[in-house]
């Protein structure tokens, strides 16, 4: 969700990788070699590596560059780029299509995160408008949005890969207006979530090949600015939505949060559609192939990108890979739960404070989406820290002999971080039991999000270091288990401040959340041990 300045060690020298693995590397993406491969990191820059290996998820990638090999040694056969300034090629592009491309992308990124939490303060009037009083439809009908995130990316991921990234797009775009537009029209309650989760789905769209994108038209040492406009979205998105649709949902009700959603991403959708283009390098590469094969009649001309994969092995790799990481790689599986249960944490928050400031502190409808401001603070302040800090905390180790990925766990806020998280849960329950002043439970949200961020930026770049070549599937496998969390732990929310209170209910997350601290200095102490031992390498 941040981005730093990059680290500029070049890849295949400080790793000795060969070319298609330390290519795959460099730009987020997996690579087919055997993982028994021990590769640590010392050059990856903290948020280009995270979010274009966490939210494009695609495999198989060549190399994008177009490395030219002697004349003499080229097949005749294989279809390449035209030399090293082929205008064709969007690393070429002038530099006002790239930006305008990425400041469009931007305004996407941004509405389907928002959606997430926008419609958080017309939940009181959705009970009311279809008589409902279950508080787990409540929570529900907010975070099963999430559920989408979780399950759209193992669709969409494969589809950018056989169809291009431009299809993807305004196919996924489509749907999430007419979704959209579907939620604003539910007569039930079912329908409305049932939607919700579809166009959760659709939403997925940017934040799974947004990051691909970037490195699609951006060499590695120039991605840092489009990273820093693109992760804007994910990041204030769902602190946004609640302080906006808060006053939306008072002067119009709770139906207008999905009409304004959907005026804007199909204006959007809109805006990619006629200004964008096809970056993809593989699918540009298969249209010249196709375009000389017609012009030559030479058909055994083949693209140097192609992977030769069957659509059929493209699903199974994007699926099997991430879940047998999940299940037989200790630190996936225990870094993957950490960041999950803080992660449902603070969607919980977002399902259940509306409810909590308008009972306890008598909050009007418009004004409730300001007590979201808290969870934000933190937020980007964590951010700020974070992206700052990881890479010259990583340079300083490379001067000082060498790094390895556990110096991610060693920032000097990432355990305070941690501790913090469930301190602002035990302040955010306490306070609001006790009726202390609103301003004190809004501090202790600023340090859930705090921990929340720091917390989860650290991992995803640990992982990301640690699994190099398949760090894609390591943060699929993250994000997966991540959304499932953010989706289902909140409905437990109000139906457990219920019966416990506020105070307890909230200590039960905070000593949850006080029992996962030891997970990251764990593997801040033992990590290399276990990355580097054979038992515990998953083969694929």
């Known amino acids: 969700m941040a981005t730093p300045a990059t680290l500029s060690d070049p890849v295949r020298e400080t790793q000795g990788l060969d070319d298609k693995a330390a290519d795959a590397y460099e730009k987020g993406h997996d690579a087919d070699v055997p993982t028994d491969q021990t590769h640590t990191s010392s050059a990856l820059d903290l948020e280009k590596g995270a979010q274009s290996a966490a939210i494009s998820t695609n495999s198989d990638e060549r190399t ?210 006629f200004f964008g283009r096809e970056t993809y390098h593989p699918t540009l590469l298969a249209r010249k192939t196709k375009r000389l094969q017609k012009e030559t009649g030479n058909m055994d001309l083949r693209s140097k990108l192609d992977s030769g994969l069957a659509p059929r092995e493209i699903f199974l790799r994007s699926i099997v890979r991430p ?86 766990l060693e920032l000097p806020l990432t355990i305070p971080g941690a501790i913090l998280l ?24 600023a340090f859930v999000g705090l921990g929340n961020l720091t917390g989860m930026m650290t991992i995803q770049t640990y992982l990301v270091d640690a699994f190099t070549v398949h760090a894609a599937s390591a943060i699929a496998a993250n994000t997966v288990l991540r959304s499932i969390f953010g989706a289902f732990l909140p409905l437990a929310g109000l139906d457990m401040f219920d019966a416990m209170g506020l105070g307890w209910g909230n200590s039960l997350l905070g000593f949850i959340a006080l029992a996962m601290i030891p997970v990251p200095l764990f593997f801040r102490l033992r990590g290399e041990k276990i990355r580097t031992n054979p038992k515990f390498q998953v083969q694929f």
């Open 323 to 408: 879940i047998k990481m999940l299940i037989f790689s200790p630190i996936v599986l225990l870094m993957s739960v950490y960041v999950s249960i803080n992660y449902g944490i603070m969607y919980l928050f977002f399902t259940t404070m509306t409810f909590v400031f308008e009972g306890t502190y008598h909050f009007s409808s418009g004004s409730v989406g300001l007590a979201y401001l808290g969870m934000g603070v933190g937020l980007i302040l964590g951010m700020a820290y974070v992206g700052k800090a990881s890479d010259v905390y990583i340079r300083k180790a490379l001067a000082n002999g060498g790094a390895k990925p556990e110096n991610r």
């Open 422 to 445: 469930p301190c602002g849960v035990f302040i955010y329950g306490w306070t609001t039991q006790k009726g202390v002043h609103w301003i004190v439970p809004i501090i202790g949200t």
């Open 64 to 273: 994008l560059g177009g490395d030219a090999a002697p004349e003499a040694d080229r097949d005749p056969n294989i279809v390449d780029w035209d030399g090293p300034d082929d205008p064709e090629n969007p690393l070429n592009w002038p530099a006002s299509r790239k930006w305008g491309l990425i400041a469009i992308l931007a305004m996407v990124t941004l509405v389907t995160p928002l959606a997430s939490s926008f419609f958080a303060p017309g939940v009181p009037q959705v009970m009311a408008t279809f008589g409902t009083q279950s508080n787990i439809l409540a929570g529900l009908v907010v975070s099963i949005y999430i559920l989408g995130f979780a399950i759209g990316p193992l669709i969409i991921a494969p589809m950018s890969e056989m169809y291009g990234r431009f299809m993807t797009y305004n196919i996924c775009n489509v749907f999430f207006v007419i979704f959209t537009i579907a939620c604003a029209l539910s007569n039930s309650m079912g329908m409305l979530i049932a939607f919700r989760v579809l166009a959760g789905m659709a939403g997925a769209a940017p934040l799974t090949i947004g990051g691909g994108t970037i490195a699609d038209i951006f060499p590695q040492e120039q991605r840092a600015g489009a990273m820093a406009i693109w992760s804007m979205g994910p990041l204030l998105g769902p602190v946004l939505g609640p302080v906006a649709g808060g006053f939306l949902v008072k002067a119009k009700g709770w139906r207008w949060v999905f009409w304004i959603i959907a005026i804007f991403a199909g204006f959007f959708a809109l805006c990619l559609y």
